[in-house]
């Protein structure tokens, strides 16, 4: 599911929500209040911290019925209404917390209760056991609240409620099959109690008014097999979700239906594994919103979706390219999200497109003569051959968004879709050729990377409101003209892999851009000046291009840098020692210049680079990047990491490295660059460097590739060395480096997987090296190097113990460092939110997970 569809999930929620809520809030006048019920509410709050002054208006001297989130009956003057939610709104930020009191007890007629985003501080797994016996209650909401332990069973007691909403709470174990009894209900959610499970949901049945059923992320994996059957006995559901539920997969058809009144089901995220003819719900021909995104159903959808003439939404995503659709979807005029990405197995672009409603065809909508309302097409990764049709982006007046990437679509462009109301158009990764033309005056995002476009980019290239340009990888040649200045809302520019040439235009827009990307050209001229006004610059790479001269001193005014990617260029001169003014900096790679002039020592400056200085304040890239772009950053790193140069997807960001070698630099190592300590990658090979290698350099304990060999380094290996548990490369070679080599079995076996790490150092001796550290050596130095030899030992002793643990976790960290592993699980579950606390729970997950690299 991509971001729209989120998106869309998120508004339906919100919406049925609203409906509900609205339902239950037909509030009565205020009445003035009784004492008793006044001090049961009192009571309360004096278990409630209140951090914000919420409930200030809970005065002992006013009408508890006009109390924040309180009402009364206008009859009785009894406390009908307590809701919370309305008054902390959705903020988590202001949420109450304490301990909900059992003086609540005293409202007896109250009706209606809710305490979303409520925060229980004492963990307490009895807490609302004491709802069971407010037997009034209709209407019970709790999301978002932290509550321990179990859903209390005795909520069952509750006979007259018809709405509980019990989403994104903390609630864990089973969920309580006595729920069953609660024989009016008609709303239950459970959506996202993390943690839930239920063994057995035979208890549904009971539930024979339900309308509204979202049990999304409990646990159904012990379920019988017979789940459709017993969901076919609630013939009054309306909406079903039962997204991410672990559902055993089990035969789809059902014989007889009584399910004919759901708008809205969702079964994405569970491995259901059928032939999507034999599932039941294609005769539902109620439903407005169907996702069935990685449900793994297969096979060729049934003409019956033809018929459901009242979808809005089709969500059928990543299902492993396993299905086709011959079906004529023409008379679904209300289809405004058209989801296939990653699904269908093969197909020609033309005769799909020809499948889906038109603008113009004699299907209308009554009375509009028109018959299209597609708003957003995914047709992305599903192997479609064939030319782009002319028609595609004028399919309906409203298209938005139209993703055609990761296909085998040839040809040009269509200059039509000039002519359209596209906002975002995704074509990347296909085989398509020719120039680009006119582009939709509204167009926010053009992806047309990794595509056989030639020629130069024309002058009227320009749609105002652009906020991401991707046209990496191509065949475009020519300068980059003087329009591209105008785009003044640009914050992604990706020209990569082209055969751009001249100078960067002169600009006095685009200051809003944030990741610049012109490597792999030929381009040429001093560092782009336009830069300096570029506030927001976070990723900047020109690497391997033609530029010149010296590196600018306002480059330390680019404060908010992360990347700084300006290697195989023919800069010169100096290393601004401004550079250390940006303190977002975690990736500065200068190799293969011309640079001379020694390493500024101030690099310490550089706190983001170490561990113990995290920035808060720093954008997170990635998500930046797919904010607008809708995609995971596709990054080509030039490092030289294990000799290798990696392709990076997400996992760049985690990629802290300083890179200055092949260039002129002299003078020593700064010994203050071994305060940098979340260096993933330092290489400073193939410069003049002279001295020693810095005493403290096992204090830069990320490192897992070190690269110092041909410089003038001289003087002994540092013992500290073998300190650094999680180094899988390093070269040393072709210095003058002296004395005893370290001992250390990660030093051994790195030595192992590259041998030569010591070559050409004439003065190294002892193992690994064939050569014995004679005691001939210069006398001077022996004195020396029995206190470091002794050293030595120790650590060797007292690392040796915890390099044997990490000696195999580092080769299976290596290798899954780089990886984009994790992140894309992390994405889909953000899609998955169903509502703001799951969004944020993920977040902070996401911001601890950054770190820990697993699979
Ligand atoms: C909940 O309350 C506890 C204790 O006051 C606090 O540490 C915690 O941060 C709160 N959690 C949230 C999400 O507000
Ligand atoms: C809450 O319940 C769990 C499981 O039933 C139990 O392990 C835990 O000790 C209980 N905690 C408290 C505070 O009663
Ligand atoms: C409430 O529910 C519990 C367990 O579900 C039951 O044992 C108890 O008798 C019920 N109490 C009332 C007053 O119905
Ligand atoms: C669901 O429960 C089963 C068995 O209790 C467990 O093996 C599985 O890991 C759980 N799935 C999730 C997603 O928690
Ligand atoms: C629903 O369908 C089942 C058969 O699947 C049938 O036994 C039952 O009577 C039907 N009606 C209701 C209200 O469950
Ligand atoms: C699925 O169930 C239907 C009837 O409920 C039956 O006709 C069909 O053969 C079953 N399919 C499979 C593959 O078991
Ligand atoms: C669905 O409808 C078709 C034709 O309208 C019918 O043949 C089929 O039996 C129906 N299936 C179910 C499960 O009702
Ligand atoms: C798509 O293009 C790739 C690369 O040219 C080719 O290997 C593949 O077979 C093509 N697939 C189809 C379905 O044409
Ligand atoms: C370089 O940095 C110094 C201090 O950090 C500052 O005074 C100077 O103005 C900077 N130079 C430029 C050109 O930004
Ligand atoms: C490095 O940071 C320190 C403390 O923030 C500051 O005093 C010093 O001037 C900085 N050095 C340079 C060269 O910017
Ligand atoms: C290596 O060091 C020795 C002694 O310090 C010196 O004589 C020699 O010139 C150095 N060699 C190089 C290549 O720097
Ligand atoms: C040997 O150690 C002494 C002091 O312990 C120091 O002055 C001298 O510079 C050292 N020599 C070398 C070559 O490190």
Redesign the pocket.
């Known amino acids: 599911m991509r971001g729209p569809a989120a998106r869309l999930l998120l508004i339906a929620t919100c919406f049925f929500f609203l409906i509900a809520h609205a339902r239950w809030h037909a509030r009565p006048a205020a009445a003035s209040c009784i004492p008793k019920e006044r001090d049961a509410l009192l009571d309360f709050k004096r278990g409630i911290n209140d951090p914000e002054h919420i409930l200030s208006s809970w005065q002992r001297t006013h009408d508890c019925c006009s109390w924040d989130g309180v009402s009364c009956s206008h009859r009785t003057g009894n406390v009908v209404t307590l809701d919370l939610s309305e008054v902390t709104g959705d903020d988590p930020d202001s949420a109450l917390g304490g301990q909900i009191s059992p003086s609540l007890l005293s409202l007896e007629h109250l009706k209606y209760l809710g305490l979303s985003w409520f925060n229980q501080t004492l963990p307490n797994n009895n807490s609302l056991e004491f709802l069971g016996s407010m037997k009034n209650l209709r209407w019970l909401h709790l999301s978002g609240s932290l509550f321990s332990g179990h859903i209390p069973p005795q909520l069952a007691n509750l006979s007259k409620l018809e709405y509980l909403d019990l989403s994104s709470t903390s609630f864990s174990g089973r969920v309580p099959p006595e729920l069953g009894n609660i024989s009016n209900l008609q709303h239950l959610d459970l959506c996202n109690t993390q943690g839930t499970y239920s063994l057995d949901i035979s208890w549904l049945t009971q539930l024979y008014k339900l309308a509204y059923l979202d049990i999304s992320f409990v646990n159904l994996t012990m379920v019988a097999s017979d789940w459709p059957h017993v969901l076919n006995t609630l013939p009054s559901l309306e909406v079903l979700n039962l997204e991410n539920c672990a559902l055993p997969s089990t035969n789809q058809t059902l014989r007889h239906l009584n399910l004919t009144m759901i708008v809205q089901l969702n079964l994405s995220f569970n491995y259901l594994d059928r032939p999507l003819e034999s599932c039941w719900f294609w005769n539902v021909t109620t439903i407005q919103y169907l996702e069935l995104s990685q449900t793994y159903l297969y096979g060729i959808f049934p003409s019956s979706l033809g018929r459901l003439t009242y979808l809005e939404y089709l969500g059928f995503t990543d299902n492993a390219n396993a299905a086709t659709i011959p079906v004529d979807l023409k008379d679904l005029c209300h289809l405004e999200h058209l989801y296939l990405g990653g699904s269908l197995s ?1 197909g020609n672009i033309k005769d799909l497109v020809d499948k889906l409603p038109h603008r113009t065809t004699t299907h209308t909508i009554p009375g509009t003569g028109n018959c299209s309302s597609l708003f957003a097409i995914d047709l992305s990764n599903n ?1 479609l ?1 064939g030319n782009i049709p002319s028609g595609v982006a004028n399919i309906s007046p409203i298209l938005i968004y139209l993703d055609l990437s990761g296909n ?1 679509l040839t040809g040009a462009v269509p200059h039509e879709i000039g002519n359209s109301s596209l906002g975002h158009l995704i074509l990347h990764s296909n ?1 398509l050729t020719g120039q680009i033309r006119l582009l939709p005056r509204n167009l926010d995002v053009l992806d047309l990377s990794s595509n056989f476009l030639s020629g130069p980019l024309t002058s009227h290239f320009v749609p105002p409101s652009l906020k991401g340009l991707m046209l990496s990888n191509n065949l475009i040649t020519g300068r980059i003209l003087q329009s591209i200045c105008e785009l003044k809302n640009l914050a992604i520019l990706d020209l990569s892999n082209n055969f751009l040439e001249g100078a960067f235009p002169r600009c006095y827009g685009m200051s809003k851009m944030v990741f610049l990307q012109l490597s792999n050209n030929g381009l040429s001229g001093m560092f782009p000046s336009f830069l300096q006004r570029c506030s927001d610059l976070a990723f900047v790479d020109l690497s391997s291009n033609k530029f010149y001269g010296t590196l600018p001193l306002w480059i330390g005014e680019m404060v908010k840098m992360q990347f700084l990617l300006l290697s195989h260029n023919s800069f010169k001169g100096h290393i601004p020692v401004n550079i250390t003014n940006l303190r977002q900096l975690r990736h500065l790679n200068l190799a293969s210049n011309n640079i001379s002039g020694a390493i500024p020592w101030s690099l310490s400056n550089l706190t983001v680079m170490s561990n113990r200085h995290r920035n808060e304040e720093e954008i997170d890239l990635p998500e930046f990047y797919r904010s607008v772009n809708n995609r995971f950053a596709e990054i080509f790193l030039l490092v030289v990491i294990k000799r290798q140069v990696l392709k990076y997807g997400d996992s760049f960001y985690d990629l802290v490295s300083i890179d200055f070698s092949q260039n002129h630099l002299t003078g020593r190592i700064p010994d203050q660059i071994t305060s940098l300590n979340g260096i993933v990658n330092l290489n400073l090979s193939w410069n003049h460097l002279t001295g020693s290698i810095p005493e403290k350099i096992g204090h830069m304990k990320s490192v897992e590739s070190l690269d110092l060999s041909r410089n003038n380094l001289y003087g002994q290996i540092p013992p500290s060395l073998s300190a650094l548990t999680y180094l899988c490369y390093m070269d040393l070679s072709y210095n003058n480096l002296t004395g005893r080599i370290p001992p250390g079995r990660q030093l051994d076996t790195l030595y192992t997987e590259n041998p030569s790490m010591y070559d050409g150092n004439h003065g190294l001796c002892g193992p690994p090296l064939q050569m014995n550290c004679s005691f001939g050596d210069n006398s001077r130095e022996k004195g020396n190097q029995t206190t470091s030899e002794k050293d030595s030992e120790t650590i060797f002793l007292y690392f040796g113990l915890g390099s044997g643990f990490t000696v195999g976790l580092w080769v299976v960290f290596c290798t899954l460092l780089f990886r984009k592993t994790w992140r894309i699980r992390y994405y889909r579950l953000f899609d998955r939110a169903c509502d703001r606390v799951f969004v944020l729970m993920v977040v902070t997950w996401h911001r601890l997970a950054r770190h820990v690299t697993a699979d």
Do not use: F, K, S
């Open positions: 093969q192997y051959t085998n085989q």
